[in-house]
């Protein structure tokens, strides 16, 4: 895919997720119940979230234009493949106080939670769960794929909560004004991304690794429900690991907050990962192959290397009609064993 084609296609996702969140702040505007409230902020945090993503990528893949044409030739390193990551049964443990949870003394607390997840620029979110002082855990249902991490993928999680106790009264959103993003967004390349870091920089939380809000705009920062970072970790390969595991939270809030919950500075969950070169075929084309002990006996085949396998093929049509492959010679089992070793180096993420 060309750069213009790549460009192109990260501004239609720029535009879209800029539409998705003026349709956001419309719907928060005219929510009349907190649960419709809680959703559509959640919204605009996820989409403003994508749109910092999304323009970081731009931003990456002009630089490398710029290099390219004053002459900086790219690396000729192998690529690593890539793969999928996966997230599921995730769990916070909460620690309440004995009086709060054995007594149910003190004062209520109640609060609105879910995590953003994020690996490159591919960010999804959970559902929003209610969370007071009869949970022992904050529990996330949701299984969380990631199709396109690279070896070196860094699993942001980040734990955003909601104080569901104070009033919620549906006039105090305010009246419903029109956003002055959806003229500009169709006219130009550079209008689109402006329009875009102006929604972007209205977002309700701390959003991405290492970012800092920008202050919020008056009448953005006043719709309804806000979500706030709670706490985050980050998650690599070295995280993935057989069965479930734990670990550690960092906390980005205080008990002083309104939106505060007692964790136990931790989570548990299962991540795997499954590069994509093994489940796809890596290369393929015709292989020589030596057969029985004369040196001058050699035979034609069709061959694929996928994961540690070769398969070797007498034609093309064989492997399309998922016949066996043929060519059991010690000679084959001994190529066989030496691309083995050395994928295994390769296909790990």
Avoid at 77 to 88: D, R, T
Avoid at 106 to 128: S, Y
Avoid at 225 to 250: I, R, W, Y
Wanted: charged share 25%; hydrophobic share 35%.
């Amino acid at each position: 895919m060309s750069d213009n084609i790549q460009e192109g296609e990260v501004l239609r996702q720029i535009e879209r997720e800029v539409r998705m969140r003026e349709g956001a702040s419309k719907l928060l505007a005219a929510c009349s119940r907190r649960e419709q409230a809680l959703e559509a902020s959640k919204s605009l945090l996820t989409c403003s979230a994508r749109i910092l993503a999304l323009l970081s990528q731009l931003q990456r893949m002009r630089k490398a234009q710029i290099l390219q044409r004053v002459g900086h030739r790219p690396s000729e390193e192998a690529v690593p493949s890539l793969g999928k990551v996966s997230l599921s049964d995730l769990r916070v443990p909460l620690m309440w106080k004995d009086s709060e949870y054995f007594k149910n003394k003190g004062e209520l607390q109640r609060c609105a939670v879910f995590c953003l997840l994020q690996c490159g620029t591919e960010i999804h979110d959970t559902d929003v769960v209610m969370v007071d002082r009869t949970l022992t855990d904050i529990c996330f249902e949701d299984t969380i794929i990631f199709h396109e991490a690279g070896p070196g993928f860094q699993l942001r999680v980040e734990l955003y909560s909601s104080s569901a106790v104070e009033d919620f009264s549906p006039g105090a959103l305010g009246p419903r004004r029109s956003s002055r993003l959806g003229g500009s967004v169709g006219r130009s390349s550079g209008k689109k991304i402006r329009a875009a870091f102006e929604s972007a920089a209205v977002c309700g939380g701390n959003v991405g690794a290492g970012s800092v809000s920008p202050p919020l705009s008056p009448d953005l920062s006043t719709l309804g429900p806000k979500f706030n970072l709670l706490a985050h970790a980050t998650l690599t390969l070295e995280h993935v690991q057989e069965g479930f595991k734990t670990h550690d939270l960092s906390l980005a809030a205080t008990e002083d907050d309104p939106f505060w919950l007692p964790l136990y500075r931790s989570m548990c969950c299962r991540l795997v990962a499954q590069p994509l070169c093994m489940i796809q075929p890596i290369i393929s084309g015709q292989l020589k192959v030596k057969l029985g002990e004369d040196l001058n006996c050699w035979g034609n085949g069709f061959s694929v290397l996928r994961g540690k396998s070769l398969l070797c093929y007498q034609s093309q049509e064989d492997m399309s009609l998922r016949t066996s492959h043929y060519l059991k010679s010690p000679s084959l089992r001994i190529l066989s064993s030496v691309c083995q070793r050395e994928i295994r180096t390769f296909a790990r993420l």
